[in-house]
């Protein structure tokens, strides 16, 4: 049964402070997989403090692309540093995580739709390792490259590995309405659109409103939950907002 999570950036990074890792926040995160067991896991990670800053800095995003060879470096560059960061982590505790970097891997047609083989993907996953993927710059014909969001990555892992169950960890405990309560379940973006502003950081990709009707569209059940359920989700639980 495979299990596609991400990590949000805002919950392994300081997101007020350029390129850097919340190194209790990630060792708990890293602590929760070790101990949940969970073989069949493919992760993500958002950029934080890592990604965003930099893709801002160049005016980059899933729509605005940039051929300065520079920028890419810089942006790609930043998102490996948090990669090892994350792979280090798991691989201390035992998991046998292994980077997989959506710039080499993946690139968007000219309107944007995203190619992301999932063959590798799963090869690394059948022997035995757990692939970390990020949100990244990726190659996009006739615009340079643009920003690849974790989420999108989220949507293609889940769809081309036929994922049983799709977890997002956030830095808020699930989709909240106007009064702060988590919204248990969300069937249908019209019903919620009210309460999903942007994001309050520097969010290049889009904030709660995106990943809600991303998750949407999966076959898989989506749970978006705080980094305090994590454990509760990797042990089969369905906390925070369960979107289907
Ligand atoms: O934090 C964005 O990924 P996200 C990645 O999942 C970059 O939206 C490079 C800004």
Same mark, same amino acid.
């Given at each position: 049964?495979?299990?596609?999570?991400?990590?949000? +950036?805002?919950?392994?990074?300081?997101?007020?402070?350029?390129?850097?890792?919340?190194?209790?926040?990630?060792?708990?995160?890293?602590?929760?997989?070790?101990?949940?067991?969970?073989?069949?896991?493919?992760?993500?990670? +958002?950029?934080?403090?890592?990604?965003?800053?930099?893709?801002?800095?160049?005016?980059?995003?899933?729509?605005? +692309?940039?051929?300065?060879?520079?920028?890419?470096?810089?942006?790609?560059?930043?998102?490996?540093?948090?990669?090892?960061?994350?792979?280090?982590?798991?691989?201390?505790?035992?998991?046998?995580?292994?980077?997989?970097?959506?710039?080499?891997?993946?690139?968007?047609?000219?309107?944007?739709?995203?190619?992301?083989?999932?063959?590798?993907?799963?090869?690394?996953?059948?022997?035995?390792?757990?692939?970390?993927?990020?949100?990244?710059?990726?190659?996009?014909?006739?615009? +340079?490259?643009?920003?690849?969001?974790?989420?999108?990555?989220?949507?293609?892992?889940?769809?081309?590995?036929?994922?049983?169950?799709?977890?997002?960890?956030?830095?808020?405990?699930?989709?909240?309405?106007?009064?702060?309560?988590?919204?248990?379940?969300?069937?249908?973006?019209?019903?919620?659109?009210?309460?999903?502003?942007?994001?309050?950081?520097?969010?290049?990709?889009?904030?709660?409103?995106?990943?809600?009707?991303?998750?949407?569209?999966?076959?898989?059940?989506?749970?978006?939950?705080?980094?305090?359920?994590?454990?509760?989700?990797?042990?089969?639980?369905?906390?925070?907002?369960?979107?289907?």
């Amino acid at each position: 049964m495979t299990v596609v999570l991400k990590l949000g +950036g805002s919950v392994i990074t300081e997101k007020d402070t350029p390129d850097t890792i919340d190194g209790d926040a990630l060792a708990d995160a890293a602590d929760a997989i070790a101990a949940s067991g969970v073989t069949d896991l493919v992760l993500v990670h +958002g950029g934080g403090s890592f990604g965003h800053p930099h893709a801002a800095a160049h005016d980059v995003s899933r729509t605005e +692309g940039t051929q300065d060879v520079a920028a890419v470096r810089e942006i790609h560059g930043a998102m490996r540093e948090l990669n090892d960061a994350v792979c280090d982590g798991l691989v201390e505790r035992g998991v046998p995580a292994v980077p997989h970097h959506p710039h080499s891997a993946g690139h968007r047609d000219a309107d944007g739709t995203l190619s992301l083989p999932t063959d590798p993907i799963a090869a690394k996953r059948d022997e035995g390792f757990v692939p970390v993927l990020h949100g990244d710059v990726v190659t996009h014909i006739g615009s +340079g490259v643009t920003i690849l969001s974790g989420d999108e990555l989220v949507v293609a892992l889940a769809e081309g590995l036929s994922a049983e169950r799709v977890g997002v960890c956030s830095t808020v405990p699930g989709v909240l309405d106007d009064d702060g309560e988590v919204i248990p379940a969300i069937e249908n973006y019209a019903d919620v659109r009210r309460y999903l502003g942007g994001s309050d950081d520097t969010d290049v990709t889009g904030g709660m409103a995106a990943k809600v009707h991303a998750l949407l569209g999966l076959r898989a059940p989506a749970s978006v939950f705080g980094p305090d359920a994590l454990a509760d989700f990797l042990g089969g639980e369905q906390p925070g907002t369960l979107i289907r």
